[in-house]
């Protein structure tokens, strides 16, 4: 195959050459260098839409070979059901960071979901108790059945909740993953009910209003809440944010976008009472989970070195592999 030009990859070639496994592997190695100030800081960009919007994240990943990386997503959380498209759709551009050339371009679905995935799995691996055995999902998507094969692989998961606003959707999920994983899945249309039993609970939602409340979640528990990408959603109790130990994938889009964003606006904390960021308990500079009754919250907004990571990875991968085709935007 001749290699000259820009790398194309589909998105069937993208979920061939990423596992779940080695997403999760590379993106704690990734949040570990920059808790250790190895890779800069990135932030995102938001551009509002009617029914959605479109968000940019840009990361720099110096190694090696450097690379400059861009993810352009959109989010229409109708998609599904007005347009039987995906919620979450767009590509990622990959760039040699010593003279700029466009290397690749990826679609970016498969992408997000596993980097999604893996950060809260590397989160569970320091905050959550290693015996943790019983776990709620709420939202039952691609994210949804992401976030359970991760989780399943860092912890030892026996009993498993599926919480859905549809109740079809969390019954395939129960069906299917549980034959998947062998593991014992059911569906629940209670889902205070179901937090109130769990040791971990992972919240993959659009809601816009919380739902996780204070008085539902026992002490011990881990929760990853992943759904809060732009500061109209929430999905946790902002009382429960104050109580708790938060530990932010990026300190500032937790503090603009995400769900300690809300408990900030309510008064109830401050930027200065978020516990660390993933990064830093990764490196080592902030431990992690010490006894049995602490409270952690992953606020996970997204952050751009998890697609940098990923996408990376599967440029080489690709490379080497002989997968996908090349173009040239010059004639």
Not at 113 to 133: D, H
């Amino acid at each position: 195959m001749k290699r000259d030009g820009t790398l194309l990859l589909k998105r069937n070639e993208v979920g061939e050459l990423l596992t779940l496994r080695d997403c999760i592997d590379a993106v704690e190695n990734v949040f570990r260098l920059q808790g250790e100030e190895k890779i800069p800081l990135t932030g995102i960009l938001g551009i509002k839409g009617r029914g959605g919007g479109l968000h940019v994240k840009a990361g720099l990943l110096p190694a090696e070979k450097s690379y400059l990386v861009v993810k352009l997503n959109t989010n229409y959380p109708a998609n599904r059901t007005r347009f039987s498209l995906p919620t979450i759709q767009g590509l990622i551009f990959v760039c040699d960071a010593e003279n700029g050339s466009p290397l690749a371009i990826l679609d970016s679905i498969d992408i997000t979901i596993k980097r999604t995935a893996a950060a809260s799995a590397v989160a569970a691996k320091f905050l959550a108790r290693q015996n943790s055995a019983v776990t709620t999902i709420c939202g039952c998507g691609a994210q949804g059945r992401a976030q359970l094969r991760a989780i399943r692989s860092v912890l030892p998961l026996k009993k498993v909740y599926a919480f859905d606003l549809d109740p079809g959707s969390a019954k395939n999920f129960a069906n299917e993953i549980s034959r998947e994983l062998t593991i014992d899945i059911e569906p629940v249309g209670d889902c205070a009910k179901a937090i109130q039993q769990s040791d971990l609970v992972v919240t993959c939602t659009t809601s816009t209003q919380f739902f996780v409340r204070k008085e539902d979640v026992r002490p011990g528990t881990f929760i990853a809440a992943v759904g809060a990408d732009d500061e109209h959603k929430q999905e946790i109790d902002p009382a429960l944010m104050a109580s708790s130990k938060v530990v932010a994938d990026s300190l500032d889009q937790a503090c603009t976008i995400g769900d300690t964003h809300h408990a900030i606006a309510q008064g109830l904390m401050r930027r200065e009472d978020v516990y660390a960021e993933l990064g830093e308990v990764a490196a080592g500079k902030k431990t992690g989970r010490t006894t049995d009754y602490e409270i952690f919250i992953f606020d996970s907004t997204g952050v751009a070195i998890e697609d940098a990571v990923s996408a990376v990875a599967v440029y080489e991968r690709a490379r080497a592999a002989g997968i996908g085709s090349y173009f040239k935007f010059a004639a």
